[in-house]
């Protein structure tokens, strides 16, 4: 019963606070055959269920292992097949009052990840055709990320004399559900993200943006961030998204939480919360410069919650709601839980039977959330 419980305490938020995820990690499978043990050898009659409960475990583990395997079992440059890290090059963006945010960018030669789905990075260092990209959003603060903080900071060391900063990482993965398999053909998409949860909603639009959907069909993000200066976390994507086909009815909406905010103008509707503050720019690109293609960004100045307070939300919502012409609607979000918790609220609020009943699709929601808690 001792072993069960810190069992439960140590997989607890404040468990994992205290002594870090790998701690945790380890802790729990020590402790866990540990138990068996103790089990075991209190009364050897219960061998018929610790013994397969034992046997699971293993299995379990050796498939994680072999899954890990065989993303990094490629030909070597000395020609001889092994296991070989994937080469992850490093982009800092500094932001020394809520933690520095790291981008990884790698490659690797393996089938393809579903969008929706996760994979766990180890960093082994601690002192092209067939490649699928990977691309990571990494805010720094304690722990794990702290120690990859430390490790970046030594790879970007001006001691380092490289053109580009990289880092060796093992994958293992995928992990989680498919997120496009909850999109019918005929589905608007809305898209709500706080911070780093950007990385979640962002690769749906940007497989609709490649893809061929019906032209009736509309698309909206809705992002925070404390700084316009975190739009470089994606700069690239964002300006895949401004030069996405004309005919995908698309508008973005990003909300700055803190400094002055330079809004970037989306086509479309424009929205006006009370606390708005914004100027037009038609490109986040570094020269400005934009093609008949290229489409703008809304960039709002708010106060609110985690960007934008949850009148906000509603009026967002809402609207996107109301500038649909057919169709059921589904809103992926992304973010800390009082984002999620607000997002969720918000869309039980527009469900409508009835006026699906009567032929009004668009009140048809569906909400798929994932949790950014912070640990």
């Not at 729990?28 to 209190?42: P, Q």
């Not at 086909?245 to 909406?253: A, K, S, V, W, Y």
């Not at 570094?286 to 949850?310: E, K, V």
Request: glycine share 8%.
């Amino acid at each position: 019963m001792t072993i069960l419980a810190l069992l439960v305490g140590l997989s607890k938020t404040w468990g994992i606070r205290l002594t870090g995820y790998e701690a945790f990690r380890k802790l729990h499978y020590s402790l866990a055959m540990v138990y068996i043990g103790a089990c075991w050898g209190h009364w050897d009659k219960l061998k018929c269920f610790m013994l397969p409960s034992l046997i699971f475990w293993l299995i379990d583990r050796g498939c994680h292992l072999m899954r890990t395997g065989l993303l990094h079992y490629h030909i070597l440059n000395s020609g001889h097949v092994g296991l070989r890290t994937c080469t992850a090059d490093i982009t800092l963006f500094p932001d020394p009052e809520y933690g520095d945010v790291y981008r990884l960018d790698l490659a690797n030669n393996q089938d393809p990840w579903a969008i929706g789905q996760h994979y766990y990075l180890c960093f082994p260092e601690s002192i092209e055709t067939g490649l699928v990209k990977h691309s990571y959003i990494i805010r720094t603060k304690h722990g794990e990320t702290k120690n990859f903080a430390q490790l970046c900071a030594c790879k970007l060391s001006p001691a380092v004399c490289l053109d580009i900063k990289t880092t060796p990482v093992i994958l293992t993965g995928p992990y989680g559900s498919h997120t496009m398999d909850n999109i019918e053909p005929h589905s608007n998409v809305l898209c709500v993200a706080g911070g780093t949860g950007i990385t979640y909603v962002l690769p749906i639009l940007l497989q609709h943006a490649q893809s061929l959907r019906p032209v009736r069909a509309k698309y909206s993000l809705i992002w925070s961030i404390k700084e316009t200066r975190d739009l470089k976390w994606v700069e690239a994507e964002l300006i895949a998204l401004q030069q996405a086909p004309e005919d995908m009815n698309l508008d973005i909406n990003i909300f700055v939480t803190q400094g002055i905010a330079t809004k970037i103008k989306s086509r479309g509707k424009e929205l006006h919360p009370a606390d708005t503050q914004v100027k037009e720019v038609t490109s986040i690109g570094s020269s400005g410069a934009t093609d008949g293609r290229s489409r703008s960004l809304y960039l709002h100045q708010s106060d609110g919650i985690n960007g934008y307070r949850r009148r906000d939300v509603a009026n967002l919502i809402g609207d996107f709601l109301e500038s649909t012409i057919d169709g059921p609607t589904i809103l992926f979000s992304s973010g800390l839980g009082v984002i999620i918790s607000d997002v969720r609220g918000v869309v039980a609020g527009f469900n409508s039977p009835s006026r699906v009943w009567c032929g009004q699709q668009r009140y048809d929601l569906k909400f798929v959330g994932e949790d950014r808690m912070e640990i």
